[in-house]
């Protein structure tokens, strides 16, 4: 499912609406209806649009007209569906996505074949268009733009800068972190580069100016960095614990 929720004052949740991924499949033997059966899809990422309330959402089987890189856009109280495209399950199943600070750019990360792709979107039909595709090491367990032109990818066990300069992908830097990454966020200040790590060892947070880890409790599946004042970051990891640090 895809949900918003508002969120009051005093920080209560309040489900505003909901989008549910089903598709009904009917069994038949011999020519006759025997069994329905209801298949769905899985979103494996969700990133919603700076410049507008479009919102991007993958999953690993298609969920709207064959697609399964889809955006939809938030009408205070339901979903529109505005426009997708397909990427082949069985050679680039799509697995996270995010926009650029713009709301101009959509980059999605591929499994199997562990690619990051770049699509301009149509602020008005939601139209995607091709731009250009980057090889990474590893799935891209996460994308994070930091500005239009810089994307933090984590893919395998390196943490990568990549540049996108309106047209083409290179990349910019690369930093092998010695185990599987996670979870990668900027800080709003664009500065430092945040990196949870995946080892059941070491269970670190590394600050990537500092390149200095930082051991936490648990396995590091996600990061968020306060957007102003001090350099707060959250951490969300395994065994349902949350962790905050300070910079």
């Not at 989008?19 to 769905?40: A, C, H, M």
């Not at 890189?69 to 050679?91: A, P, Q, R």
């Not at 390196?158 to 010695?178: H, P």
């Amino acid at each position: 499912q895809l949900i918003v929720y508002q969120i009051s004052e005093n920080g209560d949740l309040t489900g505003t609406a909901t989008k549910s991924f089903w598709e009904r499949l009917t069994t038949n033997i011999d020519g006759d209806p025997v069994t329905q059966y209801f298949g769905y899809a899985h979103p494996t990422s969700v990133s919603w649009n700076p410049s507008n309330n479009f919102i991007a959402t993958v999953a690993e089987t298609t969920i709207e007209s064959s697609k399964n890189v889809v955006i939809y856009e938030f009408t205070g109280s339901d979903f529109t569906y505005k426009n997708g495209i397909y990427l082949n399950y069985k050679t680039d199943l799509p697995y996270k996505v995010d926009w650029s600070a713009d709301g101009q750019y959509l980059a999605v990360g591929t499994q199997i074949s562990n690619k990051v792709y770049v699509y301009e979107v149509d602020s008005s039909s939601g139209a995607f268009t091709y731009k250009d595709s980057y090889s990474v090491t590893g799935t891209p367990h996460s994308i994070c733009w930091m500005k239009s032109e810089k994307i933090l990818v984590g893919a395998g066990n390196y943490s990568k800068v990549l540049s996108f300069d309106g047209s083409s992908i290179s990349e910019v830097e690369s930093y092998n972190c010695g185990t599987q990454v996670n979870c990668a966020n900027w800080s709003f200040g664009k500065r430092y580069a945040v990196v949870g790590l995946d080892n059941t060892a070491a269970k670190e947070l590394m600050v990537a100016e500092f390149k200095s880890p930082v051991k936490d409790r648990n396995v590091i599946n996600t990061v968020a960095v306060r957007p102003s004042g001090s350099a707060y970051v959250a951490v969300g990891g395994d065994s349902k614990t949350f962790s905050t640090y300070l910079y």
